[in-house]
């Protein structure tokens, strides 16, 4: 999943894999959801260290594909340019680090020193005023509202959302992408019309 959103962001999806036969497996990001913060770093190389770790301790062997989602693209991308003998297929939908548009709030929250003054303050406005910028779609907006609440509740989703965006190069990301290119991976990206976060011209930047 993304930054924010839980791992239950993909459950109208994993049935329909299902029933095309494949195994499908979901997780939280360190501080999310059920997941942890403890002695888990916040970085990208923390992420795809804990891909590798789910995978070995479910004791899956073959290669697989691999689905990421706004930040989960980057860590998706990630895992795969560090362990290709794991990696089947890669799947991006609406990327971050290239044209991700943060508010002017959430830039401020970012922000060293003073976003951990703002954080307790500002973040559950901030994040549920991301609801409607994911699609113009009533019932998508009040999914996703309804997942941010939920993660909101969270010891830890607070601190855990700001390390992941002081750390990851949320604008730095096309250098991956186009190193993801390089190793011909089959790779699928996808953009979503009615996204405001991740607007679809993004696509133009990631042709090859």
């Not at 929250?109 to 954080?119: R, T």
Request: charged fraction near 20%.
């Amino acid at each position: 999943p993304g930054a924010t959103l839980p791992l239950a962001v993909w459950d109208p999806m994993v049935p329909h894999l299902v029933e095309r036969g494949y195994r499908a497996i979901r997780y939280d990001l360190p501080g999310r959801g059920y997941s942890s913060a403890r002695s888990r770093g916040f970085d990208l190389p923390s992420c795809v260290q804990q891909i590798d770790e789910l995978l070995t301790g479910v004791e899956i062997q073959e290669p697989v594909h691999i689905v990421g989602l706004a930040l989960g693209a980057l860590i998706a991308t990630s895992y795969a340019l560090e362990h290709r003998d794991r990696v089947k297929s890669v799947t991006l939908i609406a990327p971050d680090g290239m044209a991700t548009r943060f508010s002017f709030a959430e830039k401020l929250v970012s922000a060293p020193v003073l976003g951990d003054v703002l954080l307790p303050v500002f973040a559950d406005r901030i994040l549920l005023a991301r609801a409607p910028r994911y699609s113009t779609r009533v019932d998508v907006q009040e999914f996703v509202r309804q997942l941010l609440l939920f993660a909101l509740r969270g010891r830890y989703f607070r601190k855990a959302v700001l390390a992941t965006l002081r750390s990851f190069p949320i604008h730095a990301g096309e250098t991956y992408y186009a190193r993801l290119a390089q190793t011909g991976i089959p790779t699928r990206i996808v953009f979503g019309n009615n996204d405001q976060i991740t607007p679809a011209t993004a696509a133009d930047r990631l042709r090859i």
